[in-house]
């Protein structure tokens, strides 16, 4: 039995979740394909596939299998491509977890260019406002806003987010227009709150103007642990909230959201890929890391980012 391709044949039909799909995806017989994966079965001593006639399903064995088959068959592929000819393209699965209102309205969109540009890298791309466990969920790089607090990871600065406070003119109506950002922590206003999973708090803010400075931590009848979801409790005029001013540029424009305190600013927070230390920066992290700097610049020169 040839262990890799036994593998390959695996991982393939997980993914497709077909033995005959798998079979096309590899130019193979769907005959040599069970053979394979039948092969590795006995090998290994253990059930990976549950098959009926109408589907396949991985057995917990043959999941655990799965996610480390698929570390071991990348890590080839990056070690063949390094050694191959430099003008080859970048090619291979990559894992990146991203922040969902970052995914949605600058990464997504973008994608079409990056994949022409490399067409042979998969993105399996996680969204969301968690902390992840990168060594364990095997997670390529990440992208985040804030200061990093795990200082065991690598991490590169990609760019800044410039940040205001915004509220519903629904919100405003009830509570009034706050004059001075101090008002935000007393009634009848409220804030809309960020819960780090972690901590499980919600987060406060500075605001500064001059020498001045303001601690924002007010009230709050909602707070979240997804951006996309503060965002609707804004819409919703549940509170007043601190956005990147990406997110609620669209909303001001339709007069959906009102900018707060034109005197005042926030720290810009910035945005970084981390990855996993001790860890051979592949080629196709690399290119990835590489584009992912270039649209924040191009978004930068729009004035949608600082």
Known sequence: MDRFNAMQAFARVVETGSFTKAAETLHMSKTSVTQLVQQLEARLRVKLLNRTTRKVNVTADGAAYYERAIKLLDDL?????????????????????????????????ALPAF????????????????????IGE?????????????????????????????????????????SHPKELSFPPHYIIGFRWVRAGLASSYAI????ESINVQGR????????????????????????????????VSRGELVRLFDEWHLDSMP??????????VSAKLRVFIDWVVELMAQHAAKGVLT
Do not use: K, W
């Open 271 to 280: 945005m970084y890929i981390a990855y996993p230390p001790n860890r051979h």
């Open 138 to 178: 095997s997670v390529d790089c990440v992208i985040r806003g804030g200061e990093l607090t795990d200082l065991s990871l690598m991490a590169r600065r990609v760019g800044d987010l410039s940040l205001g406070v915004y509220a519903a003119p629904s919100y405003l109506e009830r509570a009034g227009v706050p």
């Open 115 to 134: 994949h022409a540009r490399y067409p042979d890298i998969q993105l399996d791309l996680g969204v969301s406002d968690r902390m992840v466990d990168l």
């Open 220 to 251: 709050y009848v909602i707070s979240v642990d997804d951006g996309n979801a503060g965002l609707a409790a804004g819409l919703a005029g549940l509170g007043a909230i601190r956005l990147p001013d990406y997110m609620a540029m669209e909303h």
């Open 208 to 211: 500064h103007r001059n020498d």
């Open 77 to 109: 592929d990056d070690a063949e491509t390094s050694l191959s000819n430099a003008s080859m393209l970048p090619r291979g699965r990559l894992r990146v977890d991203v922040p969902s209102p970052f995914a949605r309205m600058i990464l997504i969109p």
